[in-house]
């Protein structure tokens, strides 16, 4: 159905006149005649009856023309909703984030989204980036957050960086090792040790920083998607934990962190990751540029 058609009939019947409804759509009034005529020819049907008066609406031309300002008034919401769209105004975003970048980068980018895109609906799918992946790879995610160690080098994926994290191992404040000005193999063996999950290339680093020889060696305890978990379970046992720098939870829960430099340099490395090809609505890229000014 031509919108522009039906847009000149409204007026017609609004204005009760060609001359006036050609002189209001801006035509000639021949133009707009021709129009009219066209679209009762489309529909096989007599919208109008014309008099020296004006027009007046047959009955098929009443029902019509309430069919006809449904249809506009549609029209003219698509065109807006795609305008918005296009200036990542309004539309929806699934995002996906692993462990790290959920209890990072979430919170900042999410009220900074509420109070700068709030038409924009955010669905999140929160996890390891291996159990994101295949959403992401059924497109029933637009992106992902997460570091792209943890997965297979692939020509399906494009990514950019958003930021690195940086971390270090947290106990308890009345926690033992509290009191030592270094930790050692043999207290970590003791107390164990929680992290989120991840795989042996993040973790080998971590391991060898703390002295030692292999990831199995490694006194992993808790393994847990949930860092906030992480940081409320350290809070009131003696494990001591892997978690990320400046995390809100840690700070409220009392944690501190100890004494190990080789954490600020083997941490997460945090990309927005998405299909190659496929191409990332405005709100999405929005949120990717939003997320590298969070601060991390």
């Given amino acids: 159905m031509d919108i522009k058609r039906l ?32 679209l009762e020819e489309r529909l096989g049907v007599r ?34 909703d795609v305008k918005l769209m296009k200036s990542g105004d309004v539309g929806e975003l699934a995002i996906g984030a692993a462990p790290i970048p959920t209890a990072t980068l979430l919170p900042g980018l999410l009220v900074r989204m509420q109070h700068e895109r709030p038409q924009v609906a955010i669905k999140l799918r929160l996890g390891n980036l291996l159990q994101l992946m295949p959403l992401l790879e059924a497109q029933q995610l637009d992106f992902c957050f997460g570091d792209p160690r943890l997965i297979a080098p692939s020509e399906r994926i494009a990514m ?9 191992l947290f106990c308890r404040k009345d926690h ?30 971590i391991a060898r920083g703390l002295g030692f020889a292999s990831v199995a060696a490694f006194p992993v305890k808790l393994l847990c998607d949930d860092v906030a978990l992480l940081a409320h379970t350290a809070a009131r046992s003696d494990l001591i934990v892997v978690l990320p720098d400046g995390m ?31 191409t990332l609505s405005a709100a999405g890229k929005y949120a990717i540029e939003a997320a590298k000014g969070v601060g991390l």
Avoid at 57 to 71: C, K, M, N, S
């Fill in 7 to 38: 847009t000149h009939f409204i007026a017609l019947a609004e204005e009760g006149r060609f001359a006036a409804a050609a002189d209001r759509v801006h035509l000639s009034q021949a133009a707009f005649s021709r129009s009219i005529q066209a």
């Fill in 47 to 80: 919208l109008v009856d014309r008099n020296p008066e004006g027009i007046s609406l047959t009955a098929t031309g009443t029902a019509v023309l309430e069919r006809a300002r449904e249809l506009v008034f549609d029209s003219d919401c698509l065109a807006r």
């Fill in 160 to 168: 950019t960086r958003v930021g690195k994290i940086h971390g270090g």
């Fill in 176 to 205: 033992p090792m509290a009191r030592r000005r270094k930790l050692d193999a043999p207290a970590l063996r003791q107390y164990g040790v929680g992290l989120f999950t991840t795989g042996p290339e993040l973790l080998a680093p």
């Fill in 248 to 278: 809100r939870e840690a700070a409220a829960s009392g944690l501190r962190r100890l004494d190990w430099e080789g954490a600020r340099a083997h941490f997460a490395d945090v990309h927005a990751i998405w299909l190659a090809g496929r």
